[in-house]
């Protein structure tokens, strides 16, 4: 079963501008955490930002911010005042505290228009 | 931050040669690493779990004799092609697991171009 959801294959947003990502989630564990990487086009995976199943305030690391809704397993990612640098594929991912594999979602691509 | 070096980033072969790929973990110790595929524009596939002094755990459908992986040391995993051929031409790219809590750091990625 499919653990993490991204049902945006593409989004444009314009420059300055702020975009959220969605991305739900699947798990009958109570303790997990929840990782945004972003893929710029040379491939590398760019950590961006963690939160725990258990962590009360939503995640914040410079522009990205992350909506956590624990009770509707949702994790999105808010990227504020875009930058023509975030243009990338972006992937949420849950890691289950019994397991230290991370499992991926299908990615979301974001083009950033000057 | 913690950093993993994967080499080579790039690499041409012939059908039917074996291809060696490198993950280093460079400024901490990764008792896991593991190795991950993607096809252009998809998401990351598992291909295997690589625990240091033991054998590979390969996710279902992953032929282990094709795709040999070593974790000799704790800073050091290997995955190696064997007898390559185009099919086999992806992205390969490796992470390695600092701590418990701590996020998946990510090696560069390898281009693999089997022709």
């Known amino acids: 079963a499919q653990k993490i959801t991204q049902t945006q294959p593409g989004m444009f947003v314009q420059e300055k501008e702020a975009v959220t990502l969605d991305c739900t989630y699947d798990?009958?564990?109570?303790?997990?955490?929840l990782f945004w990487y972003k893929q710029p086009s040379s491939g590398e995976m760019i950590f961006l930002i963690y939160?725990?199943?258990?962590?009360?305030q939503n995640a914040t690391e410079g522009r990205y911010s992350l909506n956590f809704q624990k009770a509707r397993k949702s994790a999105n990612l808010v990227i504020s005042a875009s930058q023509l640098g975030d243009s990338a594929m972006y992937f949420c991912?849950?890691?289950?505290?019994?397991?230290?594999?991370?499992?991926f979602g299908a990615g979301t691509t974001v083009t950033v228009r000057a | 931050g913690a950093v993993v070096s994967q080499h080579p980033s790039r690499v041409i072969c012939k059908s039917g040669t074996s291809v060696k790929i490198e993950c280093r973990s460079l400024?901490?110790?990764?008792?896991?690493m593991f190795w991950y595929r993607q096809f252009p524009k998809q998401s990351l596939m598992l291909m295997a779990t690589?625990?240091?002094?033991?054998?590979?755990?390969?996710e279902q459908g992953v032929e282990k004799d094709k795709f040999l992986i070593n974790h000799a040391s704790l800073t050091l995993s290997t995955l190696t092609v064997t007898s390559a051929h185009p099919e086999d031409s992806s992205f390969y790219i490796c992470?390695?697991?600092?701590?418990?809590?701590?996020?998946?750091?990510f090696g560069n990625g390898t281009r693999l171009t089997v022709t």
């Open positions: 400024d901490f110790q990764a008792t896991t």
């Open positions: 798990t009958s564990d109570q303790s997990y955490g």
């Open positions: 991912a849950m890691r289950e505290d019994n397991d230290y594999k991370l499992s």
């Open positions: 992470s390695a697991l600092g701590g418990r809590n701590s996020p998946l750091h």
């Open positions: 939160q725990g199943s258990y962590d009360e």
């Open positions: 690589s625990n240091e002094g033991s054998k590979a755990t390969y």
